[in-house]
């Protein structure tokens, strides 16, 4: 009885261990579910302010709607990095997440078995010992009743045996997933963060950089009708400036340049990626 007694405490085991699994990895999948979503709607509210920036733009004078330009550039800049962070998300950390779904789904399925064996078991243990109660001469009818309890309990023992294999398995593979998982998610969020760095620190300059004197000047002169003065100048650009590309209209439009730069900034993020994870093994070390 001692045997049948552990045998049940091993199948608490395995079942307390895939219950924490489908709790903590389901709640993990729709929070980081939750956290891509806010990101691509952080992505499309800048891509409107891209959009309204070079709308404003056009109206201004020219060094500020230059600046403003500049600016709407970087920020467009960021945007597709930050499209790109959420498709790396959507493959790297939710979707492997959502993998545990079926396979916690089989291991339940199998403990399940187990513990119809065990009852099996633990009826045929009932059996012997009512037989041994009311027919202790009986020693035929007990003798089968033994071999069956003998065949019952190594049935159990060997799927036991057997689950417990696949329990560890299944505990090894969550554990180096979900530390693959969070590196991943680090990784997306270093990349992402690193260039952003960089293209704001470009964005912070230009905007620092401008000179409102020389568009006031302008102002002076339209308000007093000096457009014939050699200072003044008129609101139409005389060099052209680089497109913006948010000057498109519609998400579509956003959506078909992000496709045309998507093949350079994969291979300028892979490179990223490798060069940060290699920072922060050293960093380890």
Avoid at 69 to 89: C, G, I, N, P, T
Wanted: with cysteine; hydrophobic share 35%; proline share 2%.
């Amino acid at each position: 009885m001692s045997v049948v007694l552990s045998r049940d405490s091993q199948v608490r085991v395995m079942e307390d261990t895939v219950t924490n699994a489908e709790k903590h990895l389901g709640q993990f999948c729709s929070m980081l579910a939750a956290y891509t979503r806010k990101t691509a709607q952080v992505r499309d509210k800048a891509d409107q302010l891209v959009k309204q920036l070079t709308d404003f733009a056009n109206t201004e004078h020219p060094e500020m709607r230059a600046t403003l330009r500049s600016f709407a550039e970087d920020l467009a800049k960021v945007q597709d990095y930050r499209q790109a962070e959420v498709e790396r998300l959507e493959t790297k950390v939710i979707s492997p997440l959502k993998l545990y779904g079926a396979h916690i789904k089989q291991t339940r399925a199998e403990i399940k078995k187990l513990k119809q064996v065990q009852k099996n078991e633990i009826k045929q243990l009932a059996k012997l010992g009512k037989l041994r109660q009311k027919s202790p001469s009986d020693r035929l009818t007990i003798s089968q009743a033994e071999t069956s309890v003998q065949r019952a309990s190594a049935d159990a023992s060997h799927t036991t045996h057997q689950l417990g294999e696949m329990i560890e398995a299944f505990q090894k593979r969550k554990l180096t997933d979900l530390q693959k998982i969070f590196s991943d998610f680090v990784t997306i969020e270093m990349v992402l963060h690193a260039k952003a760095v960089e293209v704001y620190s470009s964005a912070f300059q230009t905007l620092e950089n401008y000179d409102p004197e020389r568009d006031l000047e302008d102002f002076r002169a339209k308000m007093h009708g000096l457009y014939g003065h050699r200072d003044a100048r008129p609101l139409t650009d005389t060099v052209s400036s680089p497109a913006v590309p948010w000057s498109l209209t519609g998400q579509s439009a956003q959506n078909a340049l992000r496709g045309e730069r998507r093949e350079d900034e994969e291979t300028m993020e892979a490179s990223a990626e490798e060069d940060l994870r290699g920072r922060g093994r050293a960093l380890h070390q």
